[in-house]
């Protein structure tokens, strides 16, 4: 195949336009990325899908399925088991005018295509300025009883690299429009989706409606006595330690990054500038993770505003458990949140 930006491809009998703005209530995190996925295929024929097992399986999760009925295998197509090779054709592809998008089984093995997304993707820009549109997306995070080695949350290792973007969706609706904003976005983005929220997270999603840049964290819920930073599969559970916290008279008030490369440092001023606390959660390793950028960066912009140390609620330095009590133990509960919302209001 070959294309330049805005050329149909050969075997495109004509693009669909998307749908309009619809609400849709009780809609799963799961199906939210896949309408995402098809209303981008249907509204542009540069949209190409590439994974294991994508095109009749639906992907390992069925984020995938009936796309390439609707679309034929052209645009949604299987590849090999080798994230390196999928990567490098996605880097081919998206600087010759497509926008790929390719899904890992698992994002533990976006290792294996460390060196094509550090070395090439995040560069090229920088080198010959060309754009590469490309998307790299997949389940990550722990909670369903996957091991040591499909359960990893590695996007604070790609957040290190200048060139590339991290999104982490943690509602169904940003799992839509995070996803919509990633593939229009002109550099390389990888999207973290929560595996423990594909069918167990539901909401009203609004589709079709227009694309955001990335880069804004959102206020998920207002409060005046301490501030907790969090995103994608710890949103749920901060809301629900918030919500628990003010029953017993402490008022959190809960920001979500959303994007966590590069994260919306305005948004937290804006939030620890009114609470004079703050409270990172996420679900990756303590050390050298998101957590610790956003308590530097609070820690030298913020001084003046707080009035106690940035605490950190993460998983512990180790890898993640196969067996359900040390799994549950690992990742970071309600509970355990709330224990440190009250340590640290009390300080």
Known sequence: MSATVGDAPTWFAGAETAVGPIGVGN?????????????????????????????????????????????????????????????????????????????????????????????????????????????????????????????????????????????????????????????????????????ALYRSLKGTVVRGGPVAPLGTALVRRPGTDLTIVTYGGMVPRCLDAATAAAAAGIECEVVDLRTVHPFDTATLLESVHRTGRALVVHEDTLTSGIGAEVAARLADLAFFDLDAPVRRVTAPDTPVPFAQPLEERYVPSVERIGAAIEELASL
């Open 27 to 195: 809609t799963t995190y799961l199906e939210a990325l896949r309408w995402a996925l098809e209303d981008d295929l249907a509204a542009d024929e540069r949209v190409l899908l590439l994974g294991q097992d994508i095109g009749l399986m639906g992907g390992a999760f069925r984020v995938t399925q009936g796309l390439q009925e609707r679309f034929g295998e052209d645009r949604v197509r299987d590849t090999p088991i080798a994230e390196i090779a999928m990567v490098g054709a996605g880097i081919g592809l998206a600087i010759s005018g497509w926008r790929p998008i390719i899904e890992l089984q698992f994002m533990d093995f976006i290792s294996c295509a460390y060196d094509q997304l550090v070395t090439e993707a995040a560069k090229l820009h920088y080198r010959f300025g060309i754009p590469v549109p490309l998307v790299v997306r997949g389940p990550s995070g722990a909670g369903v009883g996957a091991g040591p080695f499909h359960s990893q949350s590695p996007e604070g290792v790609f957040a290190h690299i200048p060139g590339l973007k991290v999104v982490c969706p943690g509602t169904p609706q940003d799992a839509y429009d995070l996803l919509r904003s990633a593939i229009a976005d002109p550099n390389p983005v990888l999207v973290f989706e929560h595996k």
